[in-house]
Structures are given as structure tokens and as C-alpha cells.
């Protein structure tokens, strides 16, 4: 069983690529997370759990997902994050994850996809987004067959710095994850796009409008979905790139 979190698709895209070479059940975390807060998951074959590197680390609220949640089935797990660089310390948090509802982990690697967080950088253009998947489409087969071969393999590039900073970042992260700086300008068509996709459920569609009730995991989805860009960030994003994966694998 496959179960991912993903904001603005590279996860999905990843999720998608593994359930077939695997031929295995795909799950998504983040449609759950909206009917309940923990889930009960049977697999006859070894989860395998995707997501993007938030601060560092896997999502809060994915993880939060995970250890409240029960697993039923082989104790043994595969982690493959997606980053724009580097997954840090992702392992060693995740995998003490693991370990709290009785898995272990397996195998863990990390496919670098484009960056998309839009709040603190520009994303890449997508000629260049483009090639970034393209390669990552390509790493996603190598992992594939590793786990369907169900081959052990942690390839983690953490060292005692990422690890300082690691921590670092996803403290801080609770002070910088808010949802009070995001605004809507009148090209705004009131369709709705960015409260579907919210997998925190922190938007609701007033007079037409967007509003943000203070919940927020910083996916930038509704920033990246909206078809006008009438959605930004305080100054910070205005005129950047955005960034959201449709296409399947």
C-alpha cells in the first residue's frame, strides 16, 4: 500500500508511479486527513510512504497522521521523500515515526523534484521544471524495482550540521507556518480550485472569495492551483513562478 501527501503534485506524481510498478493500492493522506484524524491501514505487501520535505522533515500533519494511525500487516516499510535539494534529516525523524507504530524502516531514499516554495524562493521556469521531472521520473522506476525486489537500501545524505539544522528549521517552522499573510487580489474568480486542494482544510469560499482561517501547512497549493494568480503571499510572491504537476506518471 502506498500512501502519500503531497501539496502541489510531486509526491502524487511520485505515489503514482510507484502503485504501478509496484501494482499496489494508493492512498492519499491528505483526502483522509479531511474525514478524519487517524485511519486504520491492512496491506498484504510493504507500505511505502510518500511525501515532500517540508523544513527539513516530512509534513506535521503527515506525521501526526502516521503515528495516530494503526498499520496491519508486514512490519517492514519504505519512506521516499520528494525535495529540491537536499531530505536532510528526514530519515532519522521518520523513521522514529516508524518505530512508534511498530514499523520498520526498510528502505528510504529521496527523488529531487522542483522546488515549489513559492513563499521564500522562485520556482524554476518549466522548461527547467520539465527536466527536473523528467529526471525524476527515471529515479522513481530505479526505486520501484528496489522495493519490488525488496531490497534494503537508505540513502540518505544527513550529517551531524543537517541534523542541527534540521531541528533548527522545523522549530522554527511552527512560528513561520501561518496563514494570515495570504491575500486575494480581483482577479479572483471565485471557482474554488485552492479550498478543494487545501489538504488542511484552511480555506472556505466566502462571497465568492477565498478565506483562510489560520490552519496552514505552508503546500503552497493554493497559491500554485490558482488559474489566475490572484493568490499571493503577502509581497513575497508576487511575479514568481508557480509550480503545480498535473500530469500523471
Same mark, same amino acid.
Given at each position: 500500500?502506498?500512501?502519500?501527501?503531497?501539496?502541489?503534485?510531486?509526491?502524487?506524481?511520485?505515489?503514482?508511479?510507484?502503485?504501478?510498478?509496484?501494482?499496489?493500492?494508493?492512498?492519499?493522506?491528505?483526502?483522509? &486527513?479531511?474525514?478524519?484524524? !487517524?485511519?486504520?491501514?491492512?496491506?498484504?505487501?510493504?507500505?511505502?510512504?510518500?511525501?515532500?520535505?517540508?523544513?527539513?522533515?516530512?509534513?506535521?500533519?503527515?506525521?501526526?497522521?502516521?503515528?495516530?494511525?494503526?498499520?496491519?500487516?508486514?512490519?517492514?516499510?519504505?519512506?521516499?521523500?520528494?525535495?529540491?535539494?537536499?531530505?536532510?534529516?528526514?530519515?532519522?525523524?521518520? !523513521?522514529?515515526?516508524?518505530?512508534?507504530?511498530?514499523?520498520?524502516?526498510?528502505?528510504?531514499?529521496?527523488?529531487? &523534484?522542483?522546488?515549489?516554495?513559492?513563499? &521564500?524562493?522562485?520556482?524554476?521556469?518549466?522548461?527547467?521544471?520539465?527536466?527536473?521531472?523528467?529526471?525524476?521520473?527515471?529515479?522513481?522506476?530505479?526505486?520501484?524495482?528496489?522495493?519490488?525486489?525488496?531490497?534494503?537500501?537508505?540513502?540518505?545524505?544527513?550529517?551531524?550540521?543537517?541534523?542541527?539544522?534540521?531541528?533548527?528549521?522545523?522549530?522554527?517552522?511552527?512560528?513561520?507556518?501561518?496563514?494570515? !499573510?495570504?491575500?486575494?487580489?480581483?482577479?479572483?474568480?471565485?471557482?474554488?480550485?485552492?479550498?478543494?486542494?487545501?489538504?488542511?482544510?484552511?480555506?472556505?469560499?466566502?462571497?465568492?472569495?477565498?478565506?483562510?482561517?489560520?490552519?496552514?501547512?505552508?503546500?503552497?497549493?493554493?497559491?500554485?492551483?490558482?488559474?489566475?494568480?490572484?493568490?499571493?503571499?503577502?509581497?513575497?510572491?508576487?511575479?514568481?513562478?508557480?509550480?503545480?504537476?498535473?500530469?500523471?506518471?
Amino acid at each position: 500500500m502506498i500512501i502519500y501527501f503531497s501539496g502541489t503534485g510531486n509526491s502524487r506524481y511520485v505515489a503514482e508511479g510507484l502503485s504501478q510498478i509496484l501494482d499496489d493500492k494508493l492512498v492519499s493522506a491528505s483526502d483522509l &486527513m479531511k474525514v478524519k484524524d !487517524k485511519e486504520t491501514f491492512n496491506s498484504e505487501k510493504p507500505f511505502v510512504f510518500v511525501g515532500p520535505v517540508y523544513a527539513w522533515r516530512l509534513p506535521k500533519v503527515f506525521r501526526k497522521f502516521i503515528r495516530e494511525s494503526i498499520f496491519l500487516g508486514p512490519r517492514n516499510a519504505y519512506v521516499v521523500v520528494t525535495c529540491g535539494l537536499s531530505p536532510a534529516d528526514t530519515y532519522g525523524s521518520i !523513521k522514529a515515526d516508524l518505530k512508534r507504530v511498530g514499523l520498520n524502516v526498510k528502505g528510504f531514499s529521496y527523488i529531487k &523534484m522542483p522546488a515549489n516554495y513559492i513563499a &521564500m524562493y522562485n520556482p524554476p521556469n518549466k522548461e527547467k521544471s520539465k527536466e527536473i521531472v523528467k529526471n525524476g521520473h527515471n529515479k522513481v522506476i530505479e526505486i520501484g524495482e528496489k522495493i519490488k525486489n525488496g531490497e534494503s537500501f537508505i540513502d540518505s545524505p544527513s550529517n551531524a550540521k543537517s541534523k542541527f539544522l534540521s531541528i533548527f528549521a522545523y522549530q522554527f517552522s511552527n512560528l513561520m507556518f501561518r496563514s494570515k !499573510k495570504f491575500k486575494v487580489s480581483e482577479d479572483c474568480v471565485g471557482c474554488g480550485s485552492c479550498a478543494l486542494l487545501c489538504p488542511f482544510e484552511s480555506i472556505q469560499i466566502i462571497n465568492n472569495k477565498p478565506s483562510w482561517n489560520g490552519k496552514c501547512t505552508h503546500c503552497m497549493a493554493c497559491i500554485s492551483v490558482c488559474p489566475t494568480q490572484a493568490i499571493d503571499y503577502g509581497e513575497k510572491t508576487k511575479g514568481r513562478n508557480r509550480y503545480f504537476l498535473k500530469d500523471k506518471f
